[in-house]
């Protein structure tokens, strides 16, 4: 007996021969070559240059007989080690729970029913739906297909679509699969797209054992290409790297040349080349992206390309599909049209013959089992109205599809009712089924007006035909349109919108964010839901249809769209010139897709976004986002959290580049005056103990700051750390610099070389504290200390208790060289953080005044 796809027959493996062939042959997983293990992290790690430079300054320590100063360095070399790879650990847990999230699901029979399972619990035997947009899950036989066609140029380099055909029942099928590429075979095989229909396929091959396991193919990572905000900071780290060599061993010459020891020299060198390399830039690039892309995961937005993140702040359009973004996707039935006359469903009145033979023949051009909401809102009506539920009756088959395209937005099913003929019934947009049934077609001028008022109060409306031809065989119609038609009736469906739409549109119009709605409904229906959405539909000119849009050129469309909020009767290709001539305009776009069509419109878009719940594999592989929730708000919540996680990154790299100033000049500028060397190799570490966590977890868990949704998102091609950030930062440091030259100059004019030193080295870690906490929030010192964050107040007390250690424990005083000072040095360090904080205190506030627009001068009078 032939198997339709969707129907009820397949039983499939029970649950404990499945949990059995699966712990015989393993997980339907390809070995993954992207998870970094811990050695491979610390090998990494252990080949930076600031590692290299602190084993160099610890084997100085020991040729200079100071064995306890080059062990207690080596110390520290694995102290600094084991905080980097809690960072690396932490950014590759959060990357590997991405991964889980994004693993692909199949749709598996199992103990007689039909289960969302995880592919990689697939196993030999088991059978699955496949549906167009899905990636096969693994290597399988066609039980079962219909118009069923597949991109396999993952496995052959072919980019045209292959068509596959059921196996024979009879055992005239190959037994064993063949090699892909081939058109009409019964085989398919893991890793390629459905692109067309749909089948039923029992699995042959998983894992390593598939066509693509064999090959050695990898599987699709989140691990993403390098993006702008790595090559501007490499750039720059290795600029500011390149000078401190050449800063460095020009300062080792000057030493020598003033006759100091070459071995001392070369440690003042080291020192002030640790100080002038920014090694935390790479730690920031690598775990604010990760760790955000984790917390994005836990609002239900999945990122599957770190590389989004940073474009998410500068989305300045929002391009959405009505179905299931802007409602709440769970459609319903409203009203059945035939001649004339309404049944209204939720009235609980008994449905009229002749609405019922309306929805009979809706049922027959709808899939059993899929994910279509309409189709499953009219399979829920049946089993309320309906005999049997609507299902075919016994000796029925379905034998041919003509499945929905761009040109032709209906569904069209030919039935073999067996002896009494072929029983075509077709639904889909009204005007396209309508023209199937021909121009003179009786009651169309009726249909459409209906349809036309149906859209207006905000319905989904489709209309539904049937023909009947003779069986027998016979050679399929190219168009559907020739078996002749007879129009039924309509079909009018209600889909709410969310309750938080409302909110998010005004949320995004507040930061400056246009939101764009596109949709496949008639044009009424499309301005009645944007009303409700908050959205400008009122003009005549907020509404472009898809029949203009193929009537404009580029440049036309571009001029058009500025003023239109609205899309209506939109193909799916047609997304893609929306998108592009939104961004010929200057916008920087997030396009939203659920569907294979879909796929050049999301990756054309700045920032693609698939849906989670009714997206297809392909749609969410072009996609730099998912939407796990489907939710409009969710997306509104990762432009927030893209805006954060952009301006924390931004903070944290000022932060450590005003920092490297005061550190880098307290290195040179003391020898350079001719004053004993304040910074060696082992204070430098000291200071990257402070500064590590610093730029790493405390601007990393900084809360957005209040107006952050209220400001207008940035320039497309604004850098992460530009000129104006670079000189914002150097200014900072400059100040903080002066303060401390001055504190160590007071310092050794009365004190001895150790409590000087030490005077110096408390003013400098007190000021790495003033620059944290000056650079958290945009706003001034008091609003600051409102924003909850513990882990600064962690970090600044760990700080400090260092700090006290260092000087006043003897043994570690020593070792640094340092010596308790006097309280007026004490007094003198802490004034000079205090001042530090008012100068960059004072700094912000000067520069908000120069930023924030004057206010209108009123009028006067002539």
Known sequence: ??????????????????????????????????????????????REPMYLLLVGAALLYLMLGDPLEGAFLLGMVVLMLCMTLYQEGRTERALQALRELGSPTALVWRDGRAQRLPASGLVEGDLVELGEGDRVPADGLLLAAAGLQVDESLLTGESVPVSKLAAQQDGASPARAQAPGGADLPWVYSGTLVVQGHGLARVSATGPRSEIGRIGAALGRIAPPQGRLQRETRALARRLAILGVVVSALLVLLLVWRGGAPLQAL????????????????????????IGAWRLARSRVLTRRL??????????????????????????????????????????????????????????????????????????????????????????????????????????????????????????????VVAMCGPDAPGAAGALGAAARMAAAGLRVLAVARARAPGGPQAWPADPAAFGFELLGLAALADPLRPDIPAAVAACRAAGLRVVMITGDHPETARAIARQAGLQAGTPDAVLTGAQIAALDDAALARRLEGADVCARIAPQQKLRIVQALQRDGAVVAMTGDGVNDAPALRAAN?????????????????????????????????ASGRRIFGNMRKSMCYVMAMHVPIAGMALLPVLLGWPVMLYPLHIVFLELVIDPACSLAFENEPAEPDLMRRPPRGRDEALFGKAAIAGALAQGAWVLALLVALYGWALSGLAEPEARAAGFAGLVLCSLALLLSNRQRHGFASTLQVANPVFWAIAGTALVLLALAVWVPALAHMLGLAPPPPSAVAAAGAVAVLALAGLELRKWLAARVARPAPPQPRVAD
């Open 1 to 46: 007996m032939k198997i339709e796809p969707g129907a009820v027959g397949p039983e499939g493996l029970d649950s404990a021969e499945a949990a059995r062939r699966l712990a015989r042959d393993g997980p339907n997983l390809l070995p993954d070559t992207g998870r970094r293990r811990w050695r491979r992290m610390a090998a990494e790690a252990a």
């Open 267 to 290: 440690l003042a060198g080291i020192a002030l080349s640790m100080s002038m390399l920014p090694e935390e830039f790479p730690v920031i690039l690598t775990v604010f992206p990760a």
């Open 307 to 432: 590389a989004a993140i940073e474009i998410l702040g500068s989305t300045s359009v929002l391009c959405v599909d009505k179905t299931g973004t802007l409602t709440e996707n769970r459609m319903a039935v409203a009203q059945l049209w035939r001649a004339g006359a309404v049944h209204q469903a939720a009235s609980g009145a008994p449905m009229a013959p002749a609405h019922q033979e309306v929805l009979e023949c809706a049922l027959r051009a709808s899939r059993a089992l899929g994910t279509d909401p309409m189709e499953a809102a009219f399979w829920r009506l049946a089993g309320e109205a309906l005999p049997e539920a609507g299902a075919p009756p016994p000796g029925w088959t379905l034998a041919h599809e003509y499945g929905l395209s761009a040109q032709r937005p209906a569904l069209v099913q030919v039935w073999d009712r067996g002896g009494a003929g072929l029983l075509v019934a077709a639904k889909g947009a009204p005007e396209t």
């Open 607 to 639: 920032v693609g976004v698939a849906m989670g719940l009714r997206g297809t594999d392909v749609a969410r592989e072009a996609a730099e986002l998912t939407l796990l929730d489907d939710r409009f708000a969710s997306l509104v919540e990762a432009i």
